[in-house]
């Protein structure tokens, strides 16, 4: 079984600045993945950023970087320069060999201009 | 590239009768799709993998005669929810990756209202 939790229901963030949400994860598998998605209002889940857990370099996509913990199975999200299209749900995820993904209930992220 | 359409976007209907939402991957042949429901302000919840050319596996608590799968070829998915009532009303979303990938790719959401 697979557990994500995002502790942070809702976050904010000045545009231009730096903010880092938080997600930890628990799996029996040894092999895994995950995953930060972003759905902005219009719902369309949108592919943030991947890590494969037996990477241990931290995974980056231009202003999106992770901190990827394994012995705490800590997976965070930092966005940096912080944009106003940045606003939306992000949803943590991790998933296995069977391919299945797990959700964390999601942080509401706010960008203020 | 990784596009994935779904179609209808919404759908309102009578309580009783089936509505089909369909799930195609556009750029990429699709082995596995899964299928998510999403009530609002909650995360998305595994109803079910479909796989090409086999039946449909679905998570516990999903009633496999309710929501009917098939999985037909490598770029499409079909969601039959059959007599639907108010409480199957929902935001539907499909996923598909492409073999020997881990990254599932979104399509974008299908509004179902059941009245």
């Known amino acids: 079984a697979q557990t994500v939790t995002q502790s942070q229901p809702e976050m904010s963030v000045q545009e231009a600045e730096t903010v880092t949400l938080s997600c930890t994860y628990d799996t029996s598998e040894s092999d895994y993945y995950l995953f930060w998605y972003k759905q902005p209002p219009s719902r369309q889940m949108i592919l943030v950023i991947r890590?494969?857990?037996?990477?241990?370099q931290n995974a980056t996509e231009n202003r999106f970087s992770v901190n990827f913990q394994k012995a705490a199975k800590s997976f965070s999200l930092k966005i940096s320069d912080s944009q106003l299209g940045d606003a939306a749900m992000y949803f943590c995820?991790?998933?296995?060999?069977?391919?299945?993904?797990?959700f964390g209930k999601g942080t509401l992220l706010t960008v203020n201009p | 590239g990784a596009v994935v359409s779904q179609h209808p976007s919404r759908v309102i209907c009578k309580s009783g009768t089936s509505v089909k939402i369909e799930c195609r991957s556009l750029?990429?042949?699709?082995?596995?799709m899964f299928w998510y429901r999403q009530f609002p302000k909650q995360s998305l919840m595994l109803m079910a993998t479909s796989n090409e050319g086999s039946k449909a596996t679905y998570e516990q608590g999903v009633e496999k005669d309710k929501f009917l799968i098939n999985h037909a070829s490598l770029t499409l998915s079909t969601l039959t929810v059959t007599s639907a009532h108010p409480e199957d009303s929902s935001f539907y979303i499909c996923?598909?990756?492409?073999?020997?990938?881990?990254?599932?790719?979104f399509g974008p959401g299908t509004r179902l209202l059941v009245l």
């Open positions: 995820a991790v998933g296995g060999s069977n391919y299945k993904l797990t």
């Open positions: 890590q494969e857990a037996y990477k241990q």
């Open positions: 750029d990429f042949q699709a082995t596995t």
């Open positions: 996923s598909a990756k492409s073999p020997g990938q881990e990254t599932q790719y």
